[in-house]
């Protein structure tokens, strides 16, 4: 499936592409087009841990009134925008 | 001692004075307002109560109705905490005529300490310097502004009733004195239903520096040494140390005396604070008696390794003090930082709401104290204090070090915290090298933002991953990498297994 982020950060607003393909107990994750070397799960509800090329992420997920989803990453703060062609 | 103690109050040190009773064995009974049901200290104790609606002046304020419910569990002890009724003599002299013990001071104690003008005439008395200042409050605005042309500017003019910095006023020249007079004295009127002020000469970037006494009944004072609390927003407290990088040896010797003095002097009885305002030559000055246990009290519980809620309760059960002042040596350093439900970047606006997630921090050094738990909405109507992070070190670059670390572990998702402030904090130079006065953290705050720091590589990928993960599973329900997923096995596999492990010989 493939999903489209509009994310929110210090660096101003980028639009990226996500694509989640299921493969053995996980995912296979390709961002924007190209295959990551990533691992994502669902740890607690509302925290989701990323490995990314061997580094780890903890991402504390928030979902607001307006559908917009808010993302802690240590001190770090996103917004994302989600458009899911499925939807 | 106590066969069961009220708790008089809510939220953090509600649940910390129930934890000291726990360890202490005595059985808790708590109060709560109707928006407080699923509060933390209604979990955690062992009875409890409910007292009225969320309006604290018809729930947590009212004397009558902790009376009946002490009156109705059993209680033979009223513990107050802090805020609410803690400073509030009718209170104690209600709970002496119940036949309660209060867990505090004297009632007479307290009115003799606890305004401020009292409290400047009882210092002067005890040879304790004061700002130059009035004794008493001031009726008319011409008289106040007369004095203040003579003492010279800049003045401050404070609430006689006042705490918290609500109804205080710096004034920097003569023109704009009527208008803080007014101002300040709206403010008290709405804050403490009395709008009497006094003067005082406003000393220039003081540091707020205060002394913990304990005070048996048996005439035994001792000072537990200072606790230095000049990180302040609007004269808020917001960061507390000990010991203060300023105060010498024979500083913290001359102010635990005079602290002690005036505890002695004004028949105090019970944990108390002696605040004081140091000036860049290190001379101090009384500021204010605080008569009963202060938010920050896990600071000197960090340096001198005593429990001061439980020394609190063996006190009011009439026990002696088990040590002297020379006996307790202040060992390494201990910060505290108060954690908000408010948004530093909306003016601090209260950040009420469900926490949805919540990690708190551990490891070597951290205490925590606060009122939350994943799940709990905080709710609009109390101020809005979550927790009390606590870092203890050998050093204060060690407890510091421990202290940003806790701060980038502790993570609270649904609402708006004060986190971020504190990270901003702890990495400026000023505050590293101790250079800290009441109004530094408003100086800060005015000066421009520093760029924010980027984030490392990867987290802006790991971000919109895990924003499509949380998308996905939200889509399409419950999946394979959710934990409850992973976690249990389907029930035929795990029947399969164990046939398989019953046929090895």
Same mark, same amino acid.
């Given at each position: 499936?493939?999903?489209?982020?509009?994310?929110?950060?210090?660096?101003?607003?980028?639009?990226? =592409?996500?694509?989640?393909?299921?493969?053995?107990?996980?995912?296979?994750?390709?961002?924007?087009?190209?295959?990551?070397?990533?691992?994502?799960?669902?740890?607690?509800?509302? =925290?989701?841990?990323?490995?990314?090329?061997?580094?780890? &992420?903890?991402?504390?997920?928030?979902?607001?009134?307006?559908?917009?989803?808010?993302?802690?990453?240590?001190?770090?703060? &996103?917004?994302?925008?989600?458009?899911?062609?499925?939807? | 001692?106590?066969? +069961?103690?009220?708790?008089?109050?809510?939220?953090?040190?509600?649940?910390?004075?129930?934890?000291?009773?726990?360890?202490?064995?005595?059985?808790?009974?708590?109060?709560?307002?109707?928006?407080?049901?699923?509060?933390?200290?209604?979990?955690?104790?062992?009875?409890?109560?409910?007292?009225?609606?969320?309006?604290?002046?018809?729930?947590?304020?009212?004397?009558?109705?902790?009376?009946?419910?002490?009156?109705? /569990?059993?209680?033979?002890?009223?513990?107050?905490?802090?805020?609410?009724?803690?400073?509030?003599?009718?209170?104690?002299? #209600?709970?002496?005529?119940?036949?309660?013990?209060?867990?505090?001071?004297?009632?007479?104690?307290?009115?003799?300490?606890?305004?401020?003008?009292?409290?400047?005439?009882?210092?002067?008395?005890?040879? @304790?310097?004061?700002?130059?200042?009035?004794?008493?409050?001031?009726?008319?605005?011409?008289?106040?502004?007369?004095?203040?042309? #003579?003492?010279?500017?800049?003045?401050?003019?404070?609430?006689?009733?006042?705490?918290?910095?609500?109804?205080?006023?710096?004034?920097?020249?003569?023109?704009?004195?009527?208008?803080?007079?007014?101002?300040?004295?709206?403010?008290?009127?709405?804050?403490?239903?009395? #709008?009497?002020?006094? !003067?005082? +000469?406003?000393?220039?970037?003081?540091?707020?520096?205060?002394?913990? @006494?304990?005070?048996?009944?048996?005439?035994?004072?001792?000072?537990?040494?200072?606790?230095?609390?000049? %990180?302040?927003?609007?004269?808020? +407290?917001?960061?507390?140390? $000990?010991?203060?990088?300023?105060?010498?040896?024979?500083?913290?010797? +001359?102010?635990?005396?005079?602290?002690?003095?005036?505890?002695?002097?004004?028949?105090? %009885?019970?944990?108390?604070?002696?605040?004081?305002?140091?000036? /860049?030559?290190?001379?101090?000055?009384?500021?204010?008696?605080?008569?009963?246990?202060?938010?920050?009290?896990?600071?000197?519980?960090?340096?001198?390794?005593?429990?001061?809620?439980?020394?609190?309760?063996?006190?009011?059960?009439?026990?002696?003090?088990?040590? $002297?002042?020379?006996?307790?040596?202040?060992?390494?350093?201990?910060?505290?930082?108060?954690?908000?439900?408010?948004?530093?970047?909306?003016?601090?606006?209260?950040?009420?709401?469900? !926490?949805?997630?919540?990690?708190?921090?551990?490891?070597?050094?951290?205490?925590?104290?606060?009122?939350?738990?994943?799940?709990?909405?905080?709710?609009?109507?109390?101020?809005?204090?979550?927790?009390?992070?606590?870092?203890?070190?050998?050093?204060?670059?060690?407890?510091? $070090?421990?202290?940003?670390?806790? !701060?980038?572990?502790?993570?609270?998702?649904?609402?708006?915290?004060?986190?971020?402030?504190?990270?901003?904090?702890?990495?400026?130079?000023?505050?590293?090298?101790?250079?800290?006065?009441?109004? *530094?953290?408003?100086?800060?705050?005015?000066?421009?933002?520093?760029?924010?720091?980027?984030?490392?590589?990867?987290?802006?990928?790991?971000?919109?991953?895990?924003?499509?993960? *949380?998308?996905?599973?939200?889509?399409?329900?419950?999946?394979?990498?959710?934990?409850?997923?992973?976690?249990?096995?389907?029930? *035929?596999?795990?029947?399969?297994?164990?046939?398989?492990?019953?046929?090895?010989?």
């Amino acid at each position: 499936m493939k999903i489209e982020v509009l994310l929110n950060g210090v660096a101003g607003p980028k639009r990226r =592409t996500v694509e989640l393909e299921p493969e053995g107990g996980g995912y296979r994750i390709l961002l924007d087009g190209q295959a990551v070397n990533a691992d994502a799960v669902v740890i607690a509800p509302y =925290t989701i841990s990323i490995i990314l090329d061997a580094q780890s &992420f903890e991402v504390h997920v928030a979902p607001s009134l307006d559908g917009k989803i808010k993302l802690q990453c240590g001190p770090h703060e &996103f917004t994302a925008e989600i458009q899911d062609q499925r939807a | 001692m106590f066969r +069961k103690i009220l708790i008089a109050n809510r939220g953090e040190i509600a649940v910390r004075i129930l934890r000291a009773c726990r360890e202490m064995g005595i059985p808790t009974v708590v109060v709560f307002s109707d928006v407080d049901r699923s509060a933390l200290h209604v979990r955690l104790a062992d009875e409890v109560y409910p007292i009225g609606p969320a309006p604290s002046r018809e729930s947590y304020l009212c004397i009558d109705k902790l009376l009946d419910v002490a009156a109705k /569990a059993g209680c033979d002890a009223l513990h107050p905490g802090y805020g609410f009724l803690a400073e509030n003599p009718t209170l104690a002299r #209600s709970c002496f005529d119940a036949g309660l013990t209060f867990i505090g001071p004297p009632a007479e104690a307290m009115e003799l300490m606890g305004s401020k003008t009292a409290g400047k005439q009882l210092a002067r008395r005890c040879d @304790v310097a004061t700002v130059p200042g009035t004794d008493d409050p001031i009726e008319n605005p011409e008289e106040a502004q007369s004095l203040a042309r #003579s003492m010279g500017y800049p003045v401050v003019l404070k609430a006689v009733a006042g705490g918290g910095g609500k109804g205080m006023r710096i004034v920097p020249n003569d023109a704009t004195f009527a208008g803080a007079w007014r101002d300040a004295c709206s403010e008290a009127l709405n804050a403490f239903d009395d #709008s009497s002020l006094f !003067l005082e +000469k406003y000393l220039p970037g003081p540091r707020h520096i205060e002394i913990q @006494v304990l005070a048996d009944a048996h005439g035994r004072v001792v000072s537990l040494g200072e606790r230095e609390c000049s %990180v302040q927003r609007r004269y808020q +407290k917001l960061i507390e140390e $000990a010991p203060s990088t300023v105060v010498t040896p024979e500083l913290r010797r +001359k102010m635990g005396e005079a602290a002690v003095r005036l505890a002695r002097a004004g028949g105090y %009885v019970n944990a108390g604070t002696v605040e004081f305002l140091v000036d /860049a030559d290190l001379n101090f000055y009384f500021l204010e008696v605080n008569a009963r246990l202060q938010v920050e009290h896990p600071v000197t519980e960090q340096v001198t390794g005593l429990d001061l809620v439980k020394l609190q309760i063996a006190i009011a059960a009439g026990h002696r003090l088990p040590f $002297a002042w020379e006996s307790i040596t202040p060992r390494g350093h201990a910060m505290e930082v108060r954690l908000y439900a408010e948004d530093p970047d909306n003016n601090f606006f209260p950040s009420p709401g469900k !926490l949805l997630s919540r990690h708190a921090p551990t490891g070597p050094g951290i205490r925590l104290d606060e009122g939350v738990y994943e799940g709990y909405t905080v709710p609009m109507e109390y101020d809005p204090l979550l927790s009390k992070l606590i870092a203890w070190g050998n050093s204060r670059e060690e407890t510091i $070090a421990r202290l940003r670390r806790a !701060l980038d572990e502790y993570t609270i998702t649904g609402i708006r915290t004060n986190v971020s402030l504190f990270r901003r904090i702890l990495g400026e130079p000023e505050f590293l090298r101790g250079e800290i006065h009441t109004t *530094w953290l408003d100086e800060l705050l005015a000066r421009p933002r520093p760029p924010a720091t980027p984030p490392r590589p990867g987290t802006e990928a790991a971000a919109v991953i895990a924003a499509a993960l *949380w998308h996905t599973v939200q889509y399409n329900g419950p999946s394979n990498t959710e934990p409850e997923a992973q976690a249990t096995p389907s029930r *035929w596999k795990m029947e399969g297994r164990r046939e398989q492990l019953d046929r090895t010989p």
